[in-house]
């Protein structure tokens, strides 16, 4: 069957607001946000998943849109993407920044890598924690939730009809506050070992004043650092399997969604 240019141009419009809205969520994403992904694949990927759910999403889309109203809206779609991928995304943020405060309490930080995912200097075990969570946001299928609730808010919030509210800004906040919690999960055993540990060389260092204890002192923080991490880090799944559902819930409830089941 021919496609006319007539055709293309009345569906141009419809087909550039879906396309915007899963841009924005590849923009902020976890995995898709990558500097690591040239910006022609991110581009090809938003392509490719909106011609797939562009049939499925046509019918959320109203009739009477012009090229010039679909410019109009454009922003409000593209915040839509932003919205879902930035409150997944800051939970990641969140363990990273537990593994930072583990790194510096240890002094595993010491040695700098340049992290290519998130375009800054970050130590080992930063990213360490991260891939680790990263995995296990595919194994429990985080990737299939996010999407799912993009392809929701189509018939929440149709294309032309997102409206800013404070009620978006207070769940990113709540987000805000639940990687914060989960940073202090994710660093709290560690930290309090390595608290138990200093206090203990305090008074070694107060019984044995010959002892060198700073040369003494690194190796024993170091060694207890990855002793703790190796018992603490598949605690990852379900720190982050908790996390995910309640920061998509708030997410969900943010655009007028049910909770997942």
């Known amino acids: 069957m021919s496609f006319?240019?007539?055709?293309?141009?009345?569906?141009?419009?419809?087909?550039?607001?879906?396309?915007?809205?899963?841009g924005g969520l590849i923009l902020a994403a976890p995995?898709?946000?990558?500097?690591?992904?040239?910006?022609?694949i991110k581009t090809m990927i938003a392509v490719a998943i909106s011609l797939a759910v562009f049939p499925m999403m046509i019918s959320y889309v109203p009739a009477s849109?012009?090229?010039?109203?679909?410019?109009?809206?454009?922003?409000?779609?593209?915040?839509?993407?932003?919205?879902?991928?930035?409150?997944?995304t800051l939970l990641f943020v969140g363990i990273q920044i537990g593994a930072q405060l583990v790194g510096q309490q240890s002094?595993?930080?010491?040695?700098?890598?340049?992290?290519?995912?998130?375009?800054?200097?970050?130590?080992?075990?930063?990213?360490?924690y991260f891939l680790v969570a990263l995995m296990v946001f595919l194994m429990v299928g985080g990737h299939r939730a996010v999407v799912r609730a993009l392809l929701d808010s189509f018939a929440a919030i149709p294309p032309m009809s997102f409206e800013l509210s404070a009620n978006l800004l207070d769940i990113l906040i709540s987000i805000c506050g639940l990687s914060f919690s989960i940073a202090l999960r994710v660093a709290g055993p560690m930290i309090l070992?390595?608290?138990?540990?200093?206090?203990?060389?305090?008074?070694?260092?107060?019984?044995?004043?010959?002892?060198?204890?700073?040369?003494?002192?690194?190796?024993?923080?170091?060694?207890?650092?990855?002793?703790?991490m190796a018992l603490t880090i598949m605690s990852l799944e379900p720190l982050l399997l908790d996390g995910l559902?309640?920061?998509?819930d708030g997410i969900r409830a943010g655009l007028g969604l049910a909770p997942m089941s």
Request: charged share 5%.
């Open 4 to 22: 006319s240019f007539v055709e293309f141009y009345a569906f141009l419009p419809a087909f550039l607001l879906v396309l915007f809205r899963v």
């Open 31 to 40: 995995m898709f946000n990558s500097s690591v992904l040239p910006a022609r």
């Open 65 to 88: 849109i012009t090229l010039g109203s679909a410019v109009a809206g454009l922003a409000g779609e593209l915040a839509i993407g932003l919205f879902i991928g930035l409150g997944v």
């Open 107 to 128: 002094g595993i930080r010491l040695g700098n890598v340049f992290n290519p995912l998130a375009e800054a200097s970050g130590s080992i075990l930063g990213q360490l």
């Open 193 to 228: 070992a390595l608290m138990l540990a200093l206090v203990t060389l305090g008074f070694i260092s107060r019984t044995l004043p010959q002892l060198n204890i700073l040369t003494v002192g690194f190796p024993i923080k170091l060694a207890l650092a990855l002793m703790i």
């Open 245 to 248: 559902t309640i920061g998509l």
